[in-house]
Nanobody, 124 residues
Framework: QVQLVESGGGLVQAGGSLRLSCAAS????????IAWFRQAPGKEREFVAA????????YYADSVKGRFTISRDNAKNTVYLQMNSLKPEDTAVYYC?????????????????WGQGTQVTVSS
């Protein structure tokens, strides 16, 4: 079992920045993949970014490349999402999720554990 708790959401103006955190506890295997997804009202949950607990590779949705950065602190069992140049269309509930396999996935149903989500609102 893996438990995930997100934090860091809030209200920010367009062009601003936020950093989200995802604290993990329980079983955190080095080959697991941790991802951020987001879901806006009336829309499907969409992939944002992913990283493994070990190694340097990362994976981003085209819509956030160059603006968002995913990183991790293994000592704290925490994954971060640094979001810069925020746009109103980034407004959503942001979730972190764990996939208990080493390959990346970009679909919500490919992930096994989820946090409760944190709201990000970007005003124009």
């Amino acid at each position: 079992q893996v438990q995930l708790v997100e934090s860091g959401g809030g209200l920010v103006q367009a062009g601003g920045s936020l950093r989200l955190s995802c604290a993990a506890s329980g079983r955190t295997i080095s080959s697991y993949v941790i991802a951020w997804f987001r879901q806006a009202p009336g829309k499907e949950r969409e992939f944002v970014a992913a990283i493994r607990w070990s190694g340097d590779s990362t994976y981003y949705a085209d819509s956030v490349k160059g603006r968002f950065t995913i990183s991790r602190d293994n000592a704290k069992n925490t994954v971060y999402l640094q979001m810069n140049s925020l746009k109103p269309e980034d407004t959503a509930v942001y979730y972190c999720a764990v996939r208990s396999r080493p390959s990346y996935g970009s679909r919500w149903y490919e992930y096994d554990y989820w946090g409760q989500g944190t709201q990000v609102t970007v005003s124009s």
